[in-house]
């Protein structure tokens, strides 16, 4: 166990669709990342949040948003679902705002049918 | 944008071998160099790093080394054994080394064979 927690651990929806990710840090960690990892295209940095704040964003949609909460869990929401957005998706945390020593969730599996 | 470029794509060694993969990176100010290994159905773990002050890094039979001029760096995996066997990322930090996130190769799939 990583001690990063992501809920659920498998999703199924349809196209059109609004599903919504859970990512639970290490305990003292304050920066959370969201990833997107599909077969041809590796893993995809989307969102970056420190201590409620967003940091930095990769190549994340405009129909996807986050947000990290004042308990430091954050939420990655996933609007008007479309076959291609099925993918694994990973959040990570760290101590601070830095990379160094990223632990990853075990992620969630969304399938959109 | 920064770009992350991981060789080669898929190695199958015979236990016992060594196995190396190669990435290169395009932000020559990015200082912090990780490996990650991912196992079927996991997240992907943290099993080695190096920052860009030092050359050479070991760790029991994993090794990674960097080359800041030529802004790439390797993984060495020497005595292979069959629990090795899963998808190796290298990754460096983004934009200028100041921020964040890290920006991942595409990952290698090493087999270990018995």
């Known amino acids: 166990d990583s001690g990063v927690t992501q809920t659920p651990k498998h999703l199924i929806t349809a196209t059109g669709q609004r599903v919504t990710l859970r990512c639970s840090p290490r305990?003292?960690?304050?920066?959370v990342y969201w990833y997107q990892q599909s077969l041809d295209q590796g893993l995809q940095f989307l969102i970056h949040?420190?201590?409620?704040?967003?940091?930095a964003k990769g190549n994340i949609l405009e129909r996807f948003s986050a947000q990290q909460f004042p308990d430091l869990h954050s939420e990655l929401n996933l609007s008007s679902l479309e076959l291609g957005d099925s993918a694994l998706y990973f959040c990570?945390?760290?101590?601070?705002?830095?990379?160094?020593?990223?632990?990853f969730g075990s992620g969630t599996r969304l399938t959109v049918v | 944008g920064e770009n992350v470029e991981q060789h080669p794509s898929t190695l199958s060694v015979q236990e016992g071998d060594s196995a190396v993969i190669k990435c290169t990176y395009s932000?020559?100010?990015?200082?912090?160099f990780p490996w990650y290994k991912q196992e079927l159905g996991k997240g992907p773990q943290l099993i080695i790093d190096?920052?860009?002050?030092?050359g050479e890094k070991k760790d029991q039979r994993i090794a990674v080394t960097l080359n800041k001029t030529a802004k790439h760096f390797s993984l060495h995996i020497t005595e292979t054994q069959p629990e090795d066997s899963a998808v190796y990322f290298c990754?460096?930090?983004?934009?200028?080394?100041?921020?964040?996130?890290?920006?991942f190769g595409k990952g290698t799939k090493l087999s270990v064979k018995p």
């Open positions: 932000d020559s100010a990015s200082n912090y």
């Open positions: 305990s003292g960690d304050l920066s």
């Open positions: 990754a460096a930090n983004g934009r200028g080394g100041s921020q964040g996130n890290l920006i």
């Open positions: 949040y420190y201590n409620g704040e967003e940091r």
């Open positions: 990570a945390s760290s101590v601070a705002g830095q990379s160094y020593g990223y632990t």
């Open positions: 190096i920052r860009s002050n030092v």
